[in-house]
């Protein structure tokens, strides 16, 4: 299976769309089953498969499709504000 993704640069300026293949297997980890493997569950597991890629480490977005009926924006770093 196929999902259709938009790849931006570092800068936020559109770059280009692509297909990539759906991850089957998705590493994962919880307090009581420590390290194990699971089916992909939402458009936010598309950052393990295997045609994963970023230009300039910029965001990916998955966009709304099936298996999954809303889009993801994958980002390499998030911004937390903390207060003065």
Do not use: C
């Not at 045609?51 to 998955?62: A, E, Q």
């Not at 889009?71 to 504000?81: A, G, M």
């Amino acid at each position: 299976m196929k999902a259709k993704v938009v790849l931006f640069r570092g800068s936020g300026k559109y770059y280009t769309e692509e297909e990539w293949t759906v991850p089957t297997e998705v590493p994962d980890y919880s307090e009581t089953r420590g390290h194990y493997v699971r089916e992909p569950i939402g458009p936010y597991d598309m950052q393990h498969s295997p045609d994963f890629r970023r230009i300039d480490n910029g965001p990916v977005l998955v966009l709304p499709q099936e298996p999954w009926g809303y889009p993801h924006l994958l980002l390499k770093y998030y911004v937390e504000e903390r207060p003065r």
